[in-house]
T-cell receptor, first 115, second 114 residues
Framework: DTEVTQTPKHLVMGMTNKKSLKCEQHMGHRAMYWYKQKAKKPPELMFVYSYEKLSINESVPSRFSPECPNSSLLNLHLHALQPEDSALYLC??????????????FGPGTRLLVL | AQSVTQLGSHVSVSEGALVLLRCNYS??????LFWYVQYPNQGLQLLLK??????LVKGINGFEAEFKKSETSFHLTKPSAHMSDAAEYFCAVVASGGYQKVTFGTGTKLQVIP
């Protein structure tokens, strides 16, 4: 299994809603990542988990809350989002602990629209 | 600090023609370099990567790239374009050492004309 899966594929939420994005991989990878990609822009790193511990937080607003319940799962909890948070949210994983040069495997993304 | 510059946000080639997508990087330490492809409404897929060793790197789907340290470049080429190559291509750099913090270029959209 060489896939990273993400659910849901699409999500529409209001600014007062609470929702969660889910990412799963069964490749035994020990690093997992969240990226945000706005239209016609490159992905921007949000968070990195290495061995289930948060190792990088790119100064992301607290309305985004990541969680890594186990080595296969990565969640992104959303609360009180703004319309400018509408984007494609990509999850990725890599084999080791996130060391340099590791190939990151990306999921298909969740397209989020905040109304 | 590290950065990536991709020259040309849009590139058009005829089917069967050479594909050349340009990438220049800036890094204070030896870089690791990647090319990713993104098809519409999909995630990113790794085409190829350079870490150490041979400077000419071959990837999937007939693509290759050459690391030229003196020119700080990592251009992506394919001898003959296929219609299925139409997609967005991102060059990315990671500074060696430490955690994998990837910096992506702004992307080049490749159009293949029949």
């Amino acid at each position: 299994d060489t896939e990273v899966t993400q659910t849901p594929k699409h999500l529409v939420m209001g600014m007062t809603n609470k929702k969660s994005l889910k990412c799963e991989q069964h490749m035994g990878h020990r690093a997992m990542y969240w990226y945000k990609q706005k239209a016609k822009k490159p992905p921007e790193l949000m968070f990195v988990y290495s061995y289930e511990k948060l190792s990088i937080n790119e100064s992301v607003p607290s309305r985004f809350s990541p969680e890594c319940p186990n080595s296969s799962l990565l969640n992104l909890h959303l609360h009180a989002l703004q319309p400018e948070d509408s984007a494609l949210y990509l999850c990725a994983s890599s084999q080791g602990g996130g060391g340099t040069g590791e190939t990151q495997y990306f999921g298909p993304g969740t397209r989020l629209l905040v109304l | 600090a590290q950065s990536v510059t991709q020259l040309g946000s849009h590139v058009s080639v005829s089917e069967g023609a050479l594909v050349l997508l340009r990438c220049n990087y800036s890094s204070s330490v030896p870089p690791y370099l990647f090319w990713y492809v993104q098809y519409p409404n999909q995630g990113l897929q790794l085409l190829l990567k350079y870490t150490t060793g041979a400077t000419l790197v071959k990837g999937i789907n007939g693509f290759e790239a050459e690391f030229k340290k003196s020119e700080t470049s990592f251009h992506l080429t394919k001898p003959s374009a296929h219609m299925s190559d139409a997609a967005e291509y991102f060059c990315a750099v990671v500074a060696s050492g430490g955690y994998q913090k990837v910096t992506f270029g702004t992307g080049t959209k490749l159009q293949v004309i029949p």
